[in-house]
Each structure stands twice: as C-alpha cells, then as structure tokens.
C-alpha cells in the first residue's frame, strides 16, 4: 500500500500537490472548493440546490472528525481539491470529489481516488460511487480509472444517478 505524497503535474508545470487527511480546520476551504467544482453540475442539470451547494459547513466537519475517510489535495498553500468516502460493511462509500475549477484536469481527481483507494485498500472489497448520468467527464474520469456501470436510477425529471463499482484486491 503506497502512502499518499507529493506529485509535480509534469504536463503543466503547476505547483506540487499533496494528498493528505483533512483536518476539521480544513472544512471551510473544502467547502469553497466544492461549492465552486460544483457549480458547473448544477448549470448542467439547471438545479441551483444540488446538495453539494447546499451542503453546511458543520456537515463536512462532522464527516472530517467522525469514521469517514477525508483527503485533501493541496498546492501552493491552498486546497486544489478533496474527496470523501464512507463505509458499509466491506464497502467504500466515495462521494464529493472535487477539484478546484482552475486545477481541473491536471490529474488532480486521478491522484485523490487513488490514495483514496490506496487508504481503503485491505478494509474493504470494493468502492462504489454515483454521479449524473449528463456529467461525461465524470463518467470518463471513473471509467478511466476501473469503474463500472451497475445501474441507473432516476431520482428527478432532470436527473438520473449513474452508479459505478470497482472492485478492490
């Protein structure tokens, strides 16, 4: 199991990124981050109260400091992006991967998920995951990374869950 470190983006230049625990000092700017990634979902979707957006401050932290895994990606003495991941018996839960919007594409959510996987890797048998079935660079983001397709689930007129599995050695 590799432990989550420092990366520099050889494509771009940018500034090393760090993947680490996310401390409750931290919720603040996660919430930044997430409230800016996701503000392109919900133009998308024309949902201006996806949960994301709506999400409190006091949520994250209480996810921070409970039995959820919270890792962060920070360059430059800022936060760049996060994710989240709950369990279930011998299921890894992953939720709010963000990324901030001018760090989008660097390989920033490809480092996150695997350090995420990394860190769950041994506790669990696979990680499973949702996002909407208009968001196609998230869907090629999971696919990418060994995610597959279970199902589909309509949760609104405008919206359809797509749910992904990866199973884990």
């Known amino acids: 199991m590799s432990e989550p470190g420092e990366v520099r983006d050889g494509v771009t230049g940018e500034e090393p990124v760090l993947i680490a625990s996310a401390a409750p000092g931290d919720a603040g700017e ?8 996701y503000l392109v979902e919900a ?43 709950q369990f279930s018996e011998r299921t890894c839960l992953v ?47 999971y696919r990418r990374l060994g995610y597959a397709e279970t199902h589909r689930e309509r949760v609104a007129a405008h919206l359809m869950l797509v749910h992904m599995r990866k199973s884990l050695p």
């Open 30 to 37: 996660i919430l930044t981050v997430q409230r800016a990634a």
């Open 43 to 85: 133009q998308l979707y024309g949902d201006p109260f996806i949960s994301p957006l709506v999400e409190s401050i006091d949520r994250i932290r209480r996810a921070i400091s409970g039995d959820a895994v919270v890792l962060k990606a920070q360059s430059a003495g800022r936060i760049v992006g996060a994710v989240r991941a």
């Open 95 to 141: 939720g709010r991967l963000v990324v901030a919007p001018d760090r989008q594409g660097e390989g920033v959510g490809t480092r996150l998920m695997g350090a995420l996987e990394d860190e769950v890797c041994g506790r669990v048998d696979a990680c499973v995951l949702f996002t909407g079935h208009l968001s196609d660079g998230n869907l090629r983001l």
